[in-house]
């Protein structure tokens, strides 16, 4: 029987099904028209009061698409819900629109529901200034090489203590490809109890003055410290990379505020309870995002960090690693720092020594997830993984529909 080739084409965003229907010789107009309507989405909205619940479920009724809720709602058995609005992207372009106009807040979330569903688009190529330095945004992956110069990290603690070990490895990964180079002073390993920032400090300041003369790319410093962030950037420092996402150090956001430098904000906490895994890591970085704004940072300058590794089992860092696609609904770049991590050795029973493959299998999920930036320890195998993986998902112009 005849099935004329039948099969199914992957289109996950606007970018792809454009290209999708031009292939097969649409009409522009058509295409224009089409173009939202394969590919589908679910947005989920939590703790919506019941009046918003209900108006939410009846105009995604009448846009053609629907809205999951909690089962006790039609009966007003409960006072908030929920809300799983479940429809093609062109479906849910006309929900927000419809509602913008509309009362009980219902118009910030139509505001917001465009900018997600935006936001979940591929992004265009643009450049993020580091202080002078430039950095390239949405053409490819970029690649973060990881400098230690404490003795006691986790990974490769007291190999690098030296100015000249340091500044070995450092330009051994600038000779590798690596976009940046993160040093950081302190290990940042689980129980750890911490060290003083002075000390953490005496630790950076040989090695990154003598990183800023000697090498081209540019450095981010790894502190949660405002007193070092401050130093450091008085010095040169190009970015700053907080594990506690502006949130350990209340002078932390003011920090980069005063330099408007980019800065990483992780994802962290104490213990590993969750009301929701993926709801609560995200607020956290909402909050994160918030507080750089409040001090003139925007855009690029903000880059979001899950945290693998942080604050979660390995089950739960496993779970966020499954899902990394979501981090990009907070429209900001997204860095991926898995390298190493426990969560490899307990999966594959592998020591620190040992994981290169495992990390490997990270950066190539990273890359097939859209993040921005994956920082690790082995800059050459990774870059090199990184890269192949790039040239198939990217392929022409950001397109990985090439023809099918």
Known sequence: MQTYGMRWVIMDNLQEARAALQQIGSDPGGIAHMVGKGIGRAIKLEQVPLRVAHILKQEMLSVGGDAAVHRDVITNNVDTTDVMLLGTVRQLENLAKKILSQPFGLKKIGHALKQLLTNLEPSKVRILNCRGKELTLGERTLVMGILNVTPDSFSDGGRYTSIENAISLAECMVEEGVDIIDVGGESTRPNYAGISAEEEWNRLEPVLKTLLERVTVPISVDTYKASVAAKALEVGAHIINDVWGLQKDPDMARVVGDYQVPVIVMHNQDGTSYQHLMGDILSFLQKSIELAEAQGL?????????????????????????????????????????SRKSMIGNTLNLTVDERLEGTLATSVLGVVSGVDIIRVHDVKANLRTIRMSDAIVRGQKGVHYVGA
């Open 298 to 338: 925007s855009g690029d300058q903000i880059i979001v960090d899950p945290g693998i590794g942080f604050g979660k089992t390995t089950e739960q860092n496993l779970e966020v690693m499954a899902r990394l696609a979501e981090f990009k609904t907070l429209g900001h770049p997204v860095l991926l720092a898995a």
